[in-house]
Nanobody
């Protein structure tokens, strides 16, 4: 049974940092694209960052240069280092997994991700 569990959310002032973690109970974790998504109240869920089987990362324009995604295939974990946080980063953050073939890029569509965590709340005050 696949399980994704996020942690590390909290409240921080603008300009601060947080580090989110996702513990994944997935067989053959290294074969999955892993991603972070977020959803603010009244808004659609949006992609934040993804990392593929080869460690290649992609970022939403709104977080480039401030957020860093990483994965540890030995520990089956995913992380998101968030620096220079802004009030508009306030949202529920979700970890998600999508199986991809070797050499494939991470999918951009939310519905391509079969597995999701329950989310962790990030609140940034001005």
């Amino acid at each position: 049974q696949v399980q994704l569990v996020e942690s590390g959310g909290g409240s921080v002032q603008a300009g601060g940092s947080l580090r989110l973690s996702c513990a994944a109970s997935i067989r053959d974790y290294s074969r999955y694209c892993m991603g972070w998504f977020r959803q603010a109240p009244g808004k659609e869920r949006e992609g934040v960052a993804t990392i593929d089987r080869d460690g290649r990362a992609t970022y939403a324009d709104s977080v480039k240069g401030r957020f860093t995604i990483s994965r540890d295939n030995a520990q089956n974990t995913l992380s998101l280092q968030m620096d220079s946080l802004k009030p508009e980063d306030t949202a529920m953050y979700y970890c998600a997994a999508a199986y991809i073939r070797p050499g494939a890029q991470c999918p951009a569509r939310r519905d391509a991700y079969a597995f999701w965590g329950q989310g962790t709340q990030v609140t940034v005050s001005s």
